[in-house]
């Protein structure tokens, strides 16, 4: 099994083969199973965040209603032709938002690499996947190769925001994204690390506050500023920008901040955005007086 | 590696809204449903850490009850699992601890009926996959270097020899094992990594073994 993103990259560019393929080539070998086996469950993963999307495209409210429709908001901005940012960058950030609408509201959902971050990677497929010309094989390819990112990052650092932050669960998930993008467009194996590295380099010290305990405010907005932070990575690299900072560094630079980071800004709702005035009353609206008030 | 498959990195498919705080729950609650092996009439839940701070936000509670109950992380009938929990007749109690846990995300799942208790702690460690450190008082220690094969058996002769005959007859290479027991002749604990993936034959064969309680597999 591959441990960097360097034995990652150096893999695919001595075999000529793309980093998705390195990826379902260790699945099938783990496994112990086929290749159409493999491929199949991902294109069933596949299923879930089409499906999320569509019924975030519809209108969706968290059972709190904290969050919800804004998804809804933004397609609509779109179609009016007034945007600044461009559509292909908004289309990302409105299914990256609408995914995570779902998963606030207990909706089902694929995990990429987490539930708080699942917005990210399928928000970017589905708006660059015309832009591309990507068929049903390379958006599967997508996800493997997002992965692979994913894979040497929850080994060697974490993916989890009680652990390392935001920066391991919507960080990551950027930069995932971005690698993903770039092998998508073309883009060479080390041109993807670096998209990575650039991509989490300016989520680095991101931290976990969310209001309530709830996996909502601010994380479905993080997940659209993630799917944007990931498009434009993705274009630094195949611009031929590089990262000063190897991957692998930058990944460990993201664990070594995750650690030192506090308790109270890593998912238990004590600091940052969490212990806010507005959110102290929002929690007690949701919950309540008798929890959580003394902290 | 804690992390093997890329399927734990792209998945799992799951209810929302949290991959740890209510996938990863929900599989702490599948594996001590699962080897507790029947319905529980008293399902007492202790939360650490995260788990204490946020467990109802996240539906961690439904979650790892859903699990107890055999849901599995992406089953729909989650968000209802307190009331399908009631009308089966199981009493559910929550509580939570501010001791010290190794891991912030860590809980502790006290399943009994008439017929006995059991315990599991489960930490879940991001993304939906989890570590379970205690069984029955047992501590765990699995490097996570491939999957495990749990079993709780009799401590009487054969027993050990019973399991590793089947996984030598299908090929199976031990990676790291370690037994334990509380008292002679009473119940006991074989926790053998392998290194190869194991298939749902191999482990119904050793569930039929007659010295075996109950079977589980982590980490596949």
């Known amino acids: ?295 | 590696m804690k992390y093997r498959s890329v399927f734990d990195i792209i998945g799992p498919v799951m209810v929302g809204p949290s991959s740890s705080h209510t996938a990863g729950a929900a599989r702490i609650g599948l594996m001590a449903g699962k080897l507790f092996g029947r319905t529980p009439r008293l399902a007492h839940i202790t939360f650490y850490g995260s788990f204490a701070d946020t467990y109802r936000g996240h539906g961690t509670d439904v979650a790892i009850v859903g699990g107890i109950m055999g849901f599995d992380t992406f089953d729909l009938r989650i968000p209802q699992a307190l009331d399908i929990a009631k009308q089966r007749g199981i009493e559910v109690v929550f509580e939570t601890s501010d001791a010290l846990t190794d891991h912030p995300n860590t809980a502790r799942v006290h399943l009994e009926d008439e017929d006995g208790t059991f315990e599991i702690v489960g930490i879940s460690i991001g993304g939906g996959t989890i570590e379970i450190t205690e069984l029955n008082g047992f501590p765990l220690k699995l490097s996570g270097g491939g999957p495990a094969l749990v079993v709780l058996h009799h401590d009487r002769f054969g027993a050990i020899a019973a399991v590793t005959g089947i996984l030598a007859r299908h090929e199976l290479n031990i990676g790291h094992m370690e037994v334990s027991r509380h008292e002679k002749g009473k119940q006991a604990l074989m926790a053998i990594e392998i290194d190869e993936h194991l298939s749902k034959d191999v482990l119904a064969e050793i569930e039929r073994l007659p010295q075996i309680e109950r079977v589980a597999i982590f980490g596949e």
Do not use: W
């Open chain 1, 1 to 295: 099994m591959f441990k960097s993103v360097e034995e990652l990259v150096r893999t695919a560019t001595e075999r000529g083969i793309p980093i998705s393929e390195v990826m379902i080539e260790q699945e099938v070998h783990v496994r112990r199973s086929t290749r159409e086996e493999v491929v199949g469950m991902m294109e069933r993963n596949l299923e879930v965040m089409e499906e999320a999307v569509a019924r975030a495209l519809e209108g969706v409210t968290s059972v709190t209603g904290l969050t919800g429709n804004d998804a809804v908001l933004m397609t609509d901005y779109i179609r009016s032709g007034k945007s600044l940012a461009g559509d292909l960058i908004l289309d990302a950030v409105a299914k990256a938002i609408g995914t995570n609408e779902v998963n606030a509201a207990m909706g089902r959902i694929c995990a990429t690499p987490t539930a708080g971050s699942a917005g990210v990677v399928p928000g970017t497929l589905f708006a660059v996947k015309e832009r591309l010309e990507m068929d049903r094989d390379a958006m599967v390819r997508y996800l493997f190769t997002s992965g692979a990112f994913g894979f040497v990052v929850a080994n060697n650092a974490s993916i989890s925001g009680a652990a390392g932050g935001c920066q391991a669960e919507v960080g990551s998930a950027t930069g995932m994204a971005a690698a993903a993008i770039v092998e998508a467009a073309g883009g060479t194996p080390e041109q993807s690390a670096t998209a990575f590295a650039i991509a989490l380099k300016n989520m680095l010290g991101l931290v976990c506050d969310p209001v309530a305990g709830l996996v909502e405010v601010p994380c479905v907005k993080r997940n659209a500023m993630g799917g944007a932070n990931a498009i434009v990575a993705a274009d630094m690299a195949l611009a031929g920008i590089t990262s000063r900072i190897p991957c692998d560094e930058v990944i460990s630079a993201m664990h070594e901040i995750g650690q030192m980071m506090p308790t109270a800004l890593k998912e238990t709702a004590r600091g940052g955005l969490a212990n806010t005035p507005t959110a102290r009353r929002l929690e007690r609206n949701i919950f309540g007086e008798k929890e959580n008030v003394q902290k």
